[in-house]
T-cell receptor, first 113, second 114 residues
Framework: TQLLEQSPQFLSIQEGENLTVYCNSSSVFSSLQWYRQEPGEGPVLLVTVVTGGEVKKLKRLTFQFGDARKDSSLHITAAQPGDTGLYLCAAPGGSSNTGKLIFGQGTTLQVKP | DTAVSQTPKYLVTQMGNDKSIKCEQNLGHDTMYWYKQDSKKFLKIMFSYNNKELIINETVPNRFSPKSPDKAHLNLHINSLELGDSAVYFC?????????????FGDGTRLSIL
């Protein structure tokens, strides 16, 4: 069974602090996506990483795909209250092109002003 | 314009009732999905359709029946609602079913069973 484990599950920090969220698996994935979900809304895609060792930056967010394509991290520099939300990692599930995504259990981030 | 829209946003009903949730996407995508998000925020796929054809049925009880009248619409009908069906149901779409496609989600339907 393919599983994605995220850590930590909850994170409450002050504005201006840095943080890292991890997404780990024992399975190898062809790609990995990160989504952010705000209360009352659906998840919104932040980034897709496809190459082992790949690093992508989105303003203050830095995403890394592990060399072995089994894990990923999301680092936020100088967090702001607007970064508050649920962060979800997701990867293709199953053995064929079905569009199926499996999701981690999420990391709830609260950034206090 | 909303890309993926679901109705209703809230659904409160009694155990044993039958209810439907509707979803429409105006992105011209070929593939649509239904996900269930439980109280712990865990998001799990239920069904996917590609051009009106069922592609994924993830061991969901027979009480759940999806229907896709055309590739822009995917509805979910639930019979004999149970307490455990309380959750947020999300509709999503993607350009096609190849890997790495971004999925676009609606804002969810919050189903509460009394």
């Amino acid at each position: 069974t393919q599983l994605l484990e995220q850590s930590p599950q909850f994170l409450s920090i002050q504005e201006g602090e840095n943080l890292t969220v991890y997404c780990n698996s024992s399975s190898v994935f062809s790609s990995l996506q990160w989504y952010r979900q705000e209360p009352g809304e659906g998840p919104v895609l932040l980034v897709t990483v496809v190459t082992g060792g790949e690093v992508k930056k989105l303003k203050r967010l830095t995403f890394q795909f592990g060399d072995a394509r089994k894990d990923s991290s999301l680092h936020i520099t100088a967090a702001q209250p607007g970064d508050t939300g649920l962060y979800l990692c997701a990867a293709p599930g199953g053995s064929s092109n079905t569009g199926k995504l499996i999701f981690g259990q999420g990391t709830t981030l609260q950034v206090k002003p | 314009d909303t890309a993926v829209s679901q109705t209703p946003k809230y659904l409160v009903t009694q155990m044993g009732n039958d209810k439907s949730i509707k979803c429409e996407q105006n992105l011209g995508h070929d593939t649509m999905y239904w996900y269930k998000q439980d109280s712990k925020k865990f998001l799990k796929i239920m069904f996917s359709y590609n051009n009106k054809e069922l592609i994924i049925n993830e061991t969901v009880p027979n009480r759940f029946s999806p229907k896709s009248p055309d590739k822009a619409h995917l509805n979910l009908h639930i019979n004999s609602l149970e307490l455990g069906d309380s959750a947020v149901y999300f509709c999503a779409s993607s350009q096609d079913r190849t890997r790495n496609q971004p999925q676009h989600f609606g804002d969810g339907t919050r189903l509460s069973i009394l």
